[in-house]
């Protein structure tokens, strides 16, 4: 089955950037989503289509894609950017990566 | 405003059965792919399973490990989503979340529904 790799944790001082990977066979054939999920509650869209923006979210959050791998950027990271951030793809049927927990030292 | 409300979630013992249903309002719910998405305790998002709109064949999907355990369906005319789950092992134990497909990314998510699989 298809899967999708993140690294399971990445830190980051408030006001610096973070990057979140997120590698898979032949992810270049594909697009890719992010979406946030904070604690008890549901995740949300940050980035489809590897590198759009939903309407509503801040433009500090940037997506890229590289060969197999796509990366999330979130440049001036505030503490409330603290979460878990998850890739996901459609390959015959919906993948989630393992997700990545954001910790803002 | 879309929006979309699991319920049925609750505690069963390993082996036995429960039903989610997921009732969508401010879309055309006959028009949508819906999916079930699942998170166990503590761990990632995993897709569950999967069923298109009727236009596009009603075809469903599922997860390996859920499998011929699981069936997903709609009723069109009640704007609801259901899922059956059969032979319930304690694996299956995770909070449910009822899923809105849009043109690009999966962009109505309910707050979900928690199955708690315990003897």
């Known amino acids: 089955s298809y899967e999708l790799t993140q690294p399971p944790s990445v830190s980051v001082s408030p006001g610096q950037t973070a990057s979140i990977t997120c590698s898979g066979d032949k992810l270049g054939d594909k697009y890719a989503c992010w979406y946030q999920q904070k604690p008890g509650q549901s995740p949300v869209v940050l980035i489809y289509?590897?590198?759009k923006r939903p309407s509503g979210i801040p433009e500090r959050f940037s997506g890229s894609k590289s060969g197999n791998t796509a990366t999330l950027t979130i440049s001036g990271t505030q503490a409330m950017d603290e979460a878990d951030y998850y890739c996901?793809?459609?390959?015959?049927?919906?993948?989630f990566g393992g997700g990545t927990k954001l910790t803002v030292l | 405003e879309m929006q979309v409300v699991e319920s049925g979630g609750g505690l069963v013992k390993p082996g036995g059965s429960l039903r989610l249903s997921c009732k969508a309002s401010g879309f055309p719910f006959s028009n949508a792919w819906m999916s079930w998405v699942r998170q166990a305790p503590g761990r990632g998002l995993e897709w569950v399973g999967r069923i298109k709109r009727k236009t596009d064949g009603g075809t469903i999907d599922y997860a390996a490990p859920v499998k011929g355990r699981f069936t997903i369906s709609r009723d069109d005319s009640k704007d609801t989503l259901f899922l059956q789950m059969d032979s319930l092992i304690t694996e299956d134990t995770a909070v449910y979340y009822c899923v809105k497909r849009g043109s690009w990314y999966m962009d109505v998510w309910g707050k979900g529904a928690t199955v708690t699989v315990s003897s």
């Open positions: 289509q590897d590198n």
């Open positions: 996901q793809a459609w390959d015959s049927s919906v993948v």
